[in-house]
């Protein structure tokens, strides 16, 4: 099993192939670097028996219509070689065509065993201004890798350099709300020169390791919001009361009288958003309703299960994605 790669990407095609030459070093000094950098990668077996594991199975890449329809060149760059800032300046070109060779380089360093000599590279077309959107299809994709086979998920990263905040905003969420996202990572240049190179010039500083942090909420925050659903609006204490008594909910609520559940969890909710108490909070007659901020994450949260849903009843793999929606192509390089 290769690793599958969630790009954003803008203007400058150092934002793909940077990270990719970067990752290519460290999978060709296995003993001394690669083993250790992809030990979470691949099957057990792979590992146990000491077999490189990690290499580059599928690209993604998110960006507008005018990138991959070439409408826009992307931005001058320096063909550098890896570590180094210095190289030809390359001037403005169709991104396709500028990206395919530096991948046939890269990518082949680091190709997963069994794509042979055919990389697959995924073009999507999102929306820079509209955030729901381009999530939307950042879900569609993510659920058809990881539900998409009927098996085993694929080993999925999210490559958060390219493109502008609503793509890695996007990405982000889909990488929490979806638990399918194995590694969260950016690439840091040093300078202006460093940004337009394609290859990393820097091994020690490039390399920026994120936590793929789910959205995550205590047991007790899970129940009101639950019940709140289920019986809003209610006040603090009639909350309480029938947390107390609720036949799922009652064991948490063991030894938390009215007094700690109001100041140390029905505050911190109302902080966040989660819930809103209106006047009258302190002595326990305010009234609780569910918050805005959940309300939007509920919103984001069903785009993401649906597709998740939709991806594993039938059978919805990536080709299969491709088939059907216009805002997806496919390109193919040859890998040496």
């Known amino acids: 099993m290769g690793v599958y790669h969630l790009m954003g990407l ?29 030990a979470s990668s691949g099957e057990e077996e792979q590992r146990e028996k000491g077999a490189s594991v990690g290499g580059i199975q599928l690209l993604i890449l998110f960006t507008t219509k005018e990138v991959i329809n070439g409408e826009v060149d992307c931005e001058e760059y320096i063909n550098n070689p890896c570590g180094q800032r210095v190289g030809k300046h390359e001037t ?5 065509k500028i990206l395919e060779p530096l991948l046939m380089q ?9 794509i042979g000599n055919n990389g697959i590279v995924y073009w999507c077309e999102v929306e820079l201004r509209n955030i729901k959107t ?32 609503v793509i890695n905003l996007a990405l982000q969420m889909a990488a929490s709300l979806s638990g399918e996202v194995t590694r969260v990572y950016y690439v840091q240049a040093a300078n202006n020169i460093a940004e337009k190179c394609v290859r990393f010039t820097n091994k020690e500083s490039y390399w920026v390791e994120l936590p793929v942090m789910p959205l995550v909420m205590s047991d007790l925050s899970n129940a009101v919001l639950d019940v709140l659903s289920l019986n809003q609006p209610m006040t603090s204490k009639e909350l309480h009361n029938k ?35 209106t006047r009258g909070y302190e002595v326990g ?25 939709k991806a ?14 216009t805002w997806i192509s496919r390109q193919q390089i040859q890998l040496n």
């Open 285 to 309: 007659n305010g009234i609780s309703t569910l918050g805005p901020q959940w309300e939007l994450i509920l919103e984001y949260e069903k785009i993401m299960d649906e597709a998740l849903k």
């Open 243 to 277: 947390l107390v008594h609720h036949q799922t909910y009652w064991s948490l609520m063991q030894g938390i009288d009215y007094e700690p559940f109001k100041d140390n969890h029905l505050r911190s909710m109302k902080k966040l958003g989660l819930i809103t108490v």
């Open 134 to 165: 381009t999530y939307e299809r950042i879900a569609k994709v993510l659920a058809s890798l990881a539900k998409g086979s009927g098996s085993q998920g694929k080993e999925i990263w999210v490559n958060l350099t390219g493109g502008n905040n």
């Open 10 to 38: 803008g203007l400058s095609p150092g934002a793909v192939t940077g990270p990719i030459s970067y990752l290519a070093e460290i999978y060709n000094n296995w003993e001394a670097e690669g083993k250790e950098f992809f």
């Open 106 to 114: 890269e990518w082949s360093k680091i190709k997963a065993p069994q």
């Open 312 to 325: 594993a009843e039938e059978g919805l793999t990536i080709e299969n994605l491709e088939r059907i929606e």
């Open 92 to 96: 403005q070109a169709n991104m396709k």
